[in-house]
Nanobody
């Protein structure tokens, strides 16, 4: 199983980034796919997820700014992040979960937003 994130970087507040996660080694379209983040000194939190049927969920603090999407044919999941804020600075992780029983993580990609 592999989850490989890309697209992180250093941006200024108000700018945009798109994170991508390339997946392999499992039945992608059966899994709940998600993006989580962990800021220094804080617990990891879920940012957004999208069901196997394509139903998205976003945490309140990113609603209207972030959009999660998936492409089952390409086994990819994306996180479009607009109007970034310094509070969004964190390591962002791609996650694949199947009924809570199988849980896979990528290595993470750093997003840094300067004010």
């Amino acid at each position: 199983v592999r989850l490989v994130e890309s697209g992180g970087g250093l941006v200024q507040a108000g700018e945009s980034l798109t994170l991508s996660c390339a997946s392999s080694g499992f039945i992608f379209d059966a899994y709940l796919m998600g993006w989580h983040r962990q800021a220094p000194g804080k617990q990891r939190e879920v940012v957004a997820d999208i069901s196997s049927r394509g139903v998205p969920w976003h945490r309140d603090s990113v609603k209207g700014r972030f959009t999660i999407s998936r492409d089952n044919a390409k086994k990819m999941v994306y996180l479009q992040m607009n109007n970034l804020e310094p509070e969004d600075t964190a390591v962002y992780y791609c996650n694949a979960n199947f009924n809570g029983a199988r849980d896979y993580w990528g290595q993470g990609t750093q997003v840094t937003v300067s004010s």
